[in-house]
């Protein structure tokens, strides 16, 4: 559907379609063979499918081209491994020396956070081990004899009490809850010994930390990582990728064989498509050359070449159509045929074709540019013959073509103000007759132009 603001929109079977699927389904509807068409007879490909519509070679064509899939997937996954083992021996001296790096360090998880602890306890134990000092002292004073400790206050304290309890029971609970202090505060001096005792002053220790942290900090910076987790890690896939290599090659080596194996599986298969076209050439070629012949070319030769080249998609053929109008030496079609002549070629190769490739519409547009009055009445007639296999539209400005359709269609313009309009009208009886004479005639219809119309559309109204 094309709207007047230039958008469309795409329906197969009233449902919405994309283009490309729209565009893929009526590739198989509908072949349009446009103005300038003429010049795919210099491609190769398309030289070569009308050669394969002909010999029927299908199936043939279509195992060649799984085999030709099936050897690319295997060669482009090939390269994708030399590549990537290339790129893994290139990289493994590097990451060798990561690896032994990070393996020599000895990397233990929660190490880091241990080391900083201990590096801030060494670095201030003797601020530490004097603290601890002071406080046994405040419990236990060792200065002054006359002194008594801590632990001795509490002790008369609650004898004190003790012997005034029986005047004052109110005041057992205390002396209890003095004694059970003061057992509290032997064991919290007991812990603060124990742990004056285990803080020592090492700088050699102290030196060992921080070389072991300056280790730890250089390879996170190193690697960017943010704990020993991730340089373990990192570790652990270095590891990996340094195994990889053997892995590597053994997929590729595994993969040369699928290839070598796959090559021969192809070469059998375009031995056996170039058989079938080869077989199909000679009837195909006479069939066009007797349909070139028929169109005013009596003396002309048409012929094809098939030669071996490199295996590709569509096999491993080269196809070359050769063609001479005099009879003599033939050559590549491209190079000696004239645009009326090609157009000649041309139609009967889609002649030929409409018997074999179950087209249903065929439209022509302007296929006899460049002919001659007589070869455009031949022409005509064989473009109506091909009506027998499918439905052909016939675009012209020839009125020896344009009498032989069974529907005349006229196609008009007009313009009114800025706007175009494009309409379409069909002719029936007189009014066909005219638009002959007009084709003919030109601008003034001539009674010899009508004349010569009427015996133009003699056979068909």
Known sequence: VLNKSGRSRAFVNDCPAQLKVLSALSSRLLDIHSQHETMLLRDKSFQMSMLDHFAGDQEVLAEYKKSWHHLAELKKEYDDVVSSLKKARAEQDYNQSLFEQLDAAKLQDGELESLEAEQKQLANAEEIKGTLVQVENLFSP????????LDQMLKESSRALEKISSYLPSVSPLAERIDASRLELDDILSEISSLESSVEISDDRLQEVEDRLSLLYGLLKKHSATTIAELIQLRDT???SLADTSVLEERCSALKNGIDKAEKELAEAAKALHAVRAKAIPAFSKSICDSIRSLELERAVFDVELSSVEPGPEGADSILFRFSSTGKNPIDVARCASGGEMSRIMLC????MARYTNMPTLVFAEIDTG????????????????GDYMQVFAITHLPQVAAKGEAHYVVTKEFS?????TSIKRVNGRERVMEVARILSGAEVTPAAIANAESLLGFSV
Request: with cysteine; hydrophobic share 35%; proline share 0%.
């Open 417 to 421: 103000g800025d706007k175009a309009v």
């Open 349 to 352: 190769l889609k002649s030929l």
């Open 238 to 240: 270095l590891s990996d």
């Open 142 to 149: 060792q200065d002054d004899d006359s002194h008594m400790t």
């Open 371 to 386: 002919v001659s009055g007589s070869v455009a009445d031949k022409m005509g007639s064989m473009i109506c013959s091909m």
